[in-house]
C-alpha cells in the first residue's frame, strides 16, 4: 500500500518553530519531487515548498521564504518541513506530495492532483497569537 504518513503538527505560539515529517512507504520516492501544501478551510489548496529528488534545488512560495526550509532523507524515504516564527496566517492542514513528472518549480504552480503523484492526508498546524 502506498502511503504518505505527516506527523509533527500542533499548536504553537506566534514566533515559534514546529518540524513536520512524511514518511513515505509503499514504493520508493527517492527520484520524485516532493513538496508541501496547506489548505485553510474554506481555501484552496496553497503551495508551500518543494524539493528535487537529490536535494539540490528547492523552491518556496513568497509567503514562507526565509523561515521554512524543506529538507529530505532519501534513505528513509521521508520529507521534512522546519517551519520557523510562525505566523497566524500559517495555521492550515499541511499535505505532503510526491510527484514524479513535475520539478520544484512546477509544484508551485499545481493546483490539485494528478494522474501520477501521491498526497498525504495532513497534519494540522495550529498558530495562536
Known amino acids: 500500500q502506498v502511503q504518505l504518513v505527516e506527523s509533527g503538527g500542533g499548536l504553537v505560539q506566534a514566533g515559534g518553530s514546529l518540524r513536520l515529517s512524511c514518511a513515505a512507504s509503499g514504493r520508493t520516492f527517492s527520484r520524485d519531487t516532493m513538496g508541501w501544501f496547506r489548505q485553510a478551510p474554506g481555501k484552496e489548496r496553497e503551495f508551500v515548498a518543494a524539493?528535487?529528488?537529490?536535494?539540490?534545488?528547492?523552491y518556496y512560495a513568497d509567503s514562507v521564504k526565509g523561515r521554512f526550509t524543506i529538507a529530505r532523507d532519501n534513505a528513509k524515504n521521508t520529507l521534512y518541513l522546519q517551519m520557523n516564527s510562525l505566523k497566524p496566517e500559517d495555521t492550515a492542514v499541511y499535505v505532503c506530495?510526491?510527484?514524479?513528472?513535475?520539478?520544484?518549480?512546477?509544484?508551485?504552480?499545481?493546483?490539485?492532483?494528478?494522474?501520477?503523484?501521491?498526497w498525504g492526508q495532513g497534519t494540522q498546524v495550529t498558530v495562536s497569537s
Open positions: 524539493i528535487s529528488w537529490s536535494g539540490g534545488s528547492r
Open positions: 506530495n510526491a510527484d514524479p513528472t513535475l520539478g520544484p518549480y512546477g509544484l508551485g504552480s499545481k493546483t490539485g492532483p494528478n494522474q501520477y503523484d501521491y
